[in-house]
């Protein structure tokens, strides 16, 4: 079965750092990948999408995130976290079938401090 | 354009009792989904709407579930009779196609099982 991997629960970097969520699936077919970010008392919000077109895909708030298929691995990162990025984030996988179901990971809670 | 609302925000019952969740999605979203996260878990996939009909039911966890979509516009999720497992947050999330579209979601609804 598909599963998806968040290392670590929550991260924590200061203002102006390097922001890296890490994110890992199994499948033996590259899926569709995706991440989503929750603010707080507010729905999923699509950050950024893997649709096997360019690798390296990049999103809204500067995010950006890297297919890696050697690594089963679609990292996300951000080179200077903001205080607005505090938020939860979650890696979802969708398999490649004809369901449109999404597979989440445990979602990743990133502090900022100033 | 409205996003996908989800109605009530918080709702907070005693085990044994009856709860209805309401979605409505984005308009002229044929796909509906109904996600689930326990606390301190990931979110896992509760079914799929195509327009009235269920494509995909098999994460509804037991027959105390009940999902409807009549005339393929809102749908409600009724839970009856509540057990304490049942608590969580119940997102709601539609999409224009199933396999290639970008699932919206809404700001999910908690429910406590007292």
């Known amino acids: 079965a598909q599963s998806v991997t968040q290392l670590g629960s929550h991260v924590s970097v200061s203002e102006g750092a390097l922001v890296l969520l890490r994110c890992n699936y199994s499948?033996?077919?590259?899926?569709?990948l995706f991440w989503y970010v929750q603010y707080p008392n507010q729905g999923l919000q699509l950050l950024l999408k893997?649709?096997?077109?360019?690798?390296l895909v990049k999103g809204i708030n500067g995010f950006e995130a890297e297919f890696k298929k050697s690594e089963t691995s679609f990292h996300l990162t951000k080179p200077s976290a903001h205080m607005s990025d505090a938020a939860e984030y979650f890696c979802?996988?969708?398999?490649?079938?004809?369901?449109?179901?999404?597979?989440f990971g445990q979602g990743t809670t990133l502090q900022v401090k100033p | 354009e409205a996003g996908v609302t989800q109605f009530p925000s918080h709702s907070v019952i005693e085990k044994g009792q009856t709860v209805t969740l309401r979605c409505d999605p984005i308009s002229g979203h044929d796909n509906l989904y109904w996600y689930r996260r326990v606390m301190g878990k990931e979110i896992k996939f509760l079914l799929h709407f195509v327009k009235e009909s269920k494509q995909d039911e098999s994460g509804m966890p037991n027959n105390r579930f009940l999902a409807e979509r009549t005339g393929g516009t809102y749908s409600t999720l009724k839970v009856q009779p509540a057990e304490l497992e049942d608590s969580g947050v119940y997102f709601c999330?539609?999409?224009?196609?199933?396999?290639?579209?970008?699932?919206?979601f809404g700001a999910g609804t908690r429910l406590s099982v007292l």
């Open positions: 893997y649709t096997s077109a360019a690798t």
């Open positions: 979802a996988v969708r398999p490649p079938s004809n369901t449109g179901k999404l597979i």
């Open positions: 999330a539609s999409s224009q196609e199933a396999t290639r579209g970008i699932q919206y």
């Open positions: 499948s033996s077919v590259p899926p569709y």
